[in-house]
């Protein structure tokens, strides 16, 4: 993987980031949690080391939310518009960057599943449903 800079931003464009490889990982984690932040069924995830991440702009507007009970999980969205943003893992290492947050394409594609036991019941492959090029009528 390269070194490659990508950027970043929420819905409403009020946070911006960049991030720059390499990736350490690149993953879909099927957990219950991570389907509950995102609202689907998988998260699509990036890890990174700390240092590969900046604040553009809007840092003021990242809220971060620590599950009580979980002994790694949080996630961080923009208090303006709800959508999810890097976060610091809690042994600040590293970052978890939701790949859907990026404004280009990643420097690579994913490559595993995790959680894959726990996956949602209706969780089907993206192969075995019909395409549409755009919203269908």
Known sequence: MSDRTSKGSCLCGAVTF???????????????????ATGSNHAANILIPIE???WLSGAHLVRRYKLPD???????????????????????QYVIVPA????????????RNIYWASRAQWCVSSEEMVKFPEAPE
Not at 70 to 92: D, E, I, M
């Open 18 to 36: 960049e991030i720059h490889g390499p990736y350490l990982f690149f993953q879909y984690c099927h957990c219950s949690r991570c389907r509950k």
């Open 100 to 111: 859907g947050s990026l404004d280009d394409a990643p420097e690579s594609l994913p490559d």
């Open 70 to 92: 979980a002994k790694t999980f949080a996630t961080t969205f923009c208090t303006q518009c709800g959508s999810p943003l890097p976060w610091t893992t809690r042994q600040a």
């Open 52 to 54: 590969n991440l900046k």
